[in-house]
């Protein structure tokens, strides 16, 4: 049976803005997370959308990468998490360095999370962000004199190589790990760190994924 990220693709969502703030519904029984939410649309919230990561297919790596950068400082962070089909963690990675404006950051970890990926060989790979603006860069590509033309164009090149990538867009609540690494990064003297293990810091979010949790999202 093929998948549904069996060719070289992405695509890009527009929903929800990243300034709402979120409740969290933690619900051990996958199956009973439907039969909630028709409570709640019963109760009048047709508008609330539920959120939560979701493993990959099996023989897939899903990586998860954002970025960050502070205000009038010019440097940022960006970051990824590698896990499995189980929703095993493999790899994450931060990278501390000089920027401009958060997109740059984002589209900086999406371009170290690929390089890492093809050097792991992880030829079948999801890669999710929570900012839709990347997905449109990448798909369209951009000219001179494009601020980030340097990091679009070789993205668009590495997308090339054999193997198969799919840019999914996710809510920011289905991509807290990265998160998490990203502001790992900025607090780091030290430019790259990369964590074959689970640093500590990261349990907690990992096992808020690990476990389904749901989150919900006014829409």
Not at 202 to 218: E, I, K, P, Q, Y
Request: net charge negative; proline share 5%.
């Amino acid at each position: 049976m093929n998948s549904p990220y069996d060719s070289i693709s992405w695509s890009a969502s527009v929903d929800g803005t990243f300034s709402i703030k979120s409740v969290v519904l933690s619900i051990q029984d996958h199956q009973s997370q439907p039969n909630f939410k028709r409570q709640q649309l019963a109760l009048g919230s047709s508008n609330i959308r539920w959120v939560r990561w979701e493993p990959p297919y099996d023989g897939w790596i899903k990586l998860n990468s954002d970025g960050a950068a502070v205000n009038n400082s010019h440097y940022g962070a960006c970051s990824g998490v590698f896990k499995n089909h189980h929703g095993n963690f493999l790899l994450a990675f931060s990278h501390r360095f000089d920027s401009n404006s958060p997109l740059e950051a984002e589209l900086s970890g999406i371009l170290k999370g690929l390089h890492l990926a093809w050097q792991y060989q992880c030829y079948n790979l999801i890669v999710e962000v929570d900012c839709a603006h990347d997905i449109r860069l990448i798909n369209s590509g951009c000219q001179d004199p494009h601020p980030l033309k340097n990091l679009i164009d070789p993205i668009q090149s590495i997308l090339t190589r054999h193997w198969c990538v799919h840019f999914p867009h996710v809510l920011r609540e289905a991509n807290q790990p990265a998160d998490r690494m990203a502001a790992f990064g900025l607090q780091q003297t030290i430019s790259d760190c990369v964590f074959n293990e689970i640093p500590p810091f990261l349990s907690l979010s990992l096992a808020v994924d690990s476990r389904g949790t749901w989150f919900s999202r006014s829409v």
